[in-house]
């Protein structure tokens, strides 16, 4: 199965908001509300950010917000802040496996 | 403080047989399911096999199947990772990650053993 389609890289100023889009198909990111989002810095575990579409777990910054409409996902930072340059994956369930990641997306704070 | 510590990896001949542990701490292992996921150098994170908090349901990617083997020991509060048949695409650092029964997340992550498959 094909991972889940996310643009390459994603820039902002400091304070400015981006989103990032998560494109996938009836089969996963539109069939149901089990998207993910995961932030990654280099050598480090990746961080778990936004789960079922738009919830965020205990002591992830309100300044991460997801949703969805139809087979695209997308998770916005406003406010952005130099701390937040890192790759972020959008995760899914799908009907033929138990996850299917996203091609990935490096963020840059210009 | 909920942990899980990767271990395992090395450099490995290809054909070579490889076997990856995840012991986890500060939980109670045998309720929640159970994720391999790696990232070779310069790509990005690809979901590898899961396996359910009892052991029983297992899945695997198309590119590991039939090759790699996911198993755990409750009593021990570890997952493994046998690995088979080794290539040089299978060069990534593997991590394991959990996801609560009944949901579709990884919740908590280890920090990765690396695997590097090389003659």
């Known amino acids: 199965q094909s991972a889940l389609t996310q643009p390459a890289s994603v820039s902002g100023s400091p304070g400015q908001s981006i989103t990032i889009s998560c494109t996938g198909t009836?089969?996963?990111?539109?069939?149901?509300?089990?998207v993910s989002w995961y932030q990654h810095h280099p050598g480090k575990a990746p961080k778990l950010m936004i789960y079922?579409?738009?919830n965020r777990p205990s002591g992830v910054s309100d300044r991460f917000s997801g949703s969805k409409s139809g087979n695209t996902a997308s998770l916005t930072i406003s406010g952005l802040q130099a701390e937040d340059e890192a790759d972020y994956y959008c995760g899914s369930y799908t009907s033929s496996s138990p996850f299917l990641f996203g091609t990935g997306t490096k963020v840059t704070v210009l | 403080q909920m942990q899980l510590v990767e271990s395992g990896g090395g450099v490995v001949q290809p054909g070579r047989s490889l076997r990856l542990s995840c012991a986890a701490s500060?939980?109670?292992?045998?309720?929640?399911?159970l994720h391999w996921v790696r990232q070779a150098p310069g790509k990005g994170l690809e979901w590898v096999a899961f396996i359910s908090y009892g052991g029983t349901n297992k899945y695997y990617a198309d590119s590991v199947k039939g090759r790699f083997t996911i198993s755990r020991d409750n009593s021990k509060n570890t997952l493994y990772l046998q690995m088979n048949s080794l290539r040089a695409e299978d060069t990534a650092v593997y991590y394991c990650?959990?996801?609560?029964?009944?949901?579709?997340?990884?919740?908590?992550w280890g920090k990765g053993t690396t695997v590097t498959v090389s003659s």
């Open positions: 009836s089969s996963d990111v539109g069939g149901y509300y089990y």
């Open positions: 500060g939980f109670t292992f045998s309720s929640f399911a």
């Open positions: 079922e579409v738009s």
């Open positions: 990650a959990r996801q609560e029964e009944g949901y579709y997340y990884m919740d908590v």
